[in-house]
């Protein structure tokens, strides 16, 4: 999304629709936009699109761009079904020239048939805040996104791509910035060209690793941002002969790559988390309490959507790495300004959900998150006392081992399994693509597997 103004239109200008509505070309052209990237992901957080010149942008405004879905990946379709068609949100129009002069960005939601696509993420986001707002509710978000800078070596390896970044505690370390500062600055200043309002960019805790934070918005613009900055990571980082790598843990032995996602719900300007709670000590409402409930009770299946790949939990089963933290929860915990727990609330107005991961498709894991929460607010769900520093409550969920573990949970989870666009078919499709990406991964022979085997018998 792009605080860019929306051009007026002016007394005597061609319009291809009624009178006076501003139309996709009229907002490139006003932007010396020549191409647009019309764009969606996959479930799997892929991005897909279609490269339209601005002459054809009243094509693509009114439907005409097809996708052939089971090309465009795990997206609910098989060879024989209909076109995805690509329909564009307006609002989401964004400008990139950092990356190529002239192009925009724009995320579409996929249709077939004349009907929203319920296999589509950002369609899922969507139903999930539609159902939010019939209850009178909007959520906000805020997105931590980390990334590794790494080349991948002849050997297929992979080493940091500054060579001199190789501490075991690089965290904040100034030089390491200074080193990457073109790339850095880089990114900032797109972030702040876009008016998303990026406030920080520091070194994190493994060597290559790094965070560049922007404010918080509504839900679904949160989503996009979090998908185009991935865009805008990869391209930028490539053009300096760089890889940005979102993978949760592409180094056995250093800290993974998290996704934390920052939640509040809202009723208009009013902020529903802050209340009196009672004496639990966190300056929450009940409501709050109820949302946190919620998410902690459905923990283990949402893993399958905040942990969504088999090396996720290479990242949240480490015991330790080089730093001596790995900074992924374990439990189903919460508790106050506390990085190790799943939940943390570092204020009254918001929580943090930080058992998210790298690979994490934001439409997916947003939406997710708010359903298993609005189940615990229906319910009145009570999560108990705050956990103290490092604790976690008895009988707390573990949270899952292996994908194929978080695959289990959620076919358990009556309530997770049907939250993609209220359809539990959706959610057995996704698990059952989940189930497979296990197996294929667990069928292939790793090299520890021979070093462990070969000769031991």
């Known amino acids: 999304m792009t605080s860019v103004a929306t051009p007026e239109v002016q007394t005597g200008q061609s319009v291809p629709a009624e009178a006076g509505r501003i139309s996709l070309a009229d907002i490139a052209k006003a932007h010396d936009v020549r191409f647009l990237l019309a764009t969606f992901v996959d479930m799997t957080g892929k991005p897909c699109a279609k490269l339209v010149p601005v002459e054809a942008a009243d094509e693509l405004e009114a439907g005409a761009m097809g996708f052939a879905g089971y090309a465009a990946g795990l997206i609910g379709q098989k060879p024989q079904d209909s076109d995805l068609i690509a329909v564009p949100d307006l609002t989401s129009f964004t400008p990139v020239p950092f990356i190529k002069e002239g192009l925009a960005i724009i995320h579409c939601d996929p249709h077939v048939d004349g009907k929203p696509w319920p296999y589509a993420p950002r369609v899922i986001l969507k139903s999930t805040l539609a159902r939010l707002a019939g209850q009178g509710m909007q959520a906000k978000v805020g997105a931590e996104v980390e990334y590794f800078l790494v080349n991948k070596n002849p050997d297929g390896s992979l080493s940091t791509a500054d060579a001199r970044d190789d501490s075991p505690r690089p965290c904040y370390d100034a030089r390491g910035v200074t080193r990457m500062y073109e790339h850095l600055t880089s990114i ?32 679904l613009t949160t989503a996009d941002r979090v998908v185009t900055l991935r ?49 639990r000590g966190l300056g929450l409402s009940d409501l709050a309490y109820s949302f946190i409930g919620g998410i902690l009770e459905h923990a283990p299946a949402l893993q399958a959507f905040l942990a969504p790949t088999v090396n996720s939990y290479k990242r949240s089963g480490a015991i330790t790495s080089s730093s001596g933290a790995t900074w992924s929860p374990r439990k189903a915990s919460f508790g106050g300004n506390d990085r190790t727990h799943m939940i943390r609330v570092p204020d009254e107005k918001r929580i943090e959900l930080r058992s998210g991961d790298g690979s994490a498709n934001p439409y997916l894991a947003i939406a997710t998150a708010i359903e298993a929460g609005l189940d615990g607010v229906t319910k009145g769900t009570d999560p108990g006392a705050p956990c103290g520093p490092g604790e976690a409550r008895e009988g707390a969920h573990l949270l899952p081992a292996t994908l194929l ?41 790793s090299d520890w597997e021979i070093r462990t085997y070969l000769t031991s018998i």
């Open 188 to 219: 900032s200043e797109a972030m702040n060209g876009l008016g998303w309002g990026n406030y920080a960019n520091d070194h994190e805790d493994a060597a290559g690793q790094f965070e560049q934070n922007f404010n918080y918005a509504d839900a």
């Open 231 to 279: 865009y805008i990571l990869n391209i930028l980082a490539e053009q300096r002969g760089m890889t940005a790598t979102f993978m949760p843990k592409p180094f056995t032995d250093r800290t993974g790559t998290g996704l934390h996602f920052h939640l509040s719900l809202w009723s208009g300007a009013d902020a529903l988390f802050p209340g009196d709670d009672g004496g």
């Open 405 to 445: 573990h978080a695959v289990e949970a959620l076919r358990r989870d009556p309530v997770i399994l049907a939250s993609l666009s209220g359809d539990e078919a959706i959610g057995e499709y996704y698990a059952d693509a989940k189930e497979e990406e296990f197996l294929s991964w667990h069928n292939q022979v």
